[in-house]
């Protein structure tokens, strides 16, 4: 698959205006590990999907970063790190962000980031790590 090179703007024009700004989600923060992460709205996650399959400069690492985030997928595979193994020096939200982009043979070769846009890929994605840790995997 061919990466289309776009502008900023062009991923600016994508994005929902109805979508909320940080101000208006702030009191809504919740911490997690040593970051705050405020809840996203189902437009704002795809508008990051978006952003991560199609920036090709640094712009897809942060969205990949912000969907980890805040779709507890960092928290999670920070838990099966703790509860499976050693957790010393693991950068859970460097694998997880690298996780979400390499094609997956149990997502039919998508990467998952790409099932991440709506909340039924969301939670597949996360059964299937949850699948990864206990050997059930496939």
């Known amino acids: 698959m061919t990466r289309k090179k776009l502008k900023l703007a062009d991923l600016f024009a994508r994005c929902d205006p109805a979508a909320p700004y940080a101000g208006e989600v702030w009191a809504d923060v919740q911490p997690v590990g040593r970051e705050f992460v405020a809840p996203l709205n189902d437009s704002t996650i795809q508008t990051l999907v978006a952003v991560a399959l ?29 509860e499976s193994g050693n957790p010393e020096g693991f950068d859970a939200a460097g694998w997880t962000c690298a996780w979400l982009a390499e094609p997956n043979p149990a997502l039919g070769r998508l990467r998952p980031v790409e099932c991440m846009v709506t909340s039924n890929g969301r939670a ?3 059964a299937l790590l949850a699948m990864a840790q206990s050997g059930a995997y496939g």
């Open 54 to 82: 199609a920036a090709q400069d640094g712009g897809s690492q942060y969205a990949l970063r912000a969907l980890a985030d805040n779709c507890g997928l960092v928290t999670q595979v920070l838990t099966m790190v703790e």
């Open 124 to 126: 597949r994605v996360s």
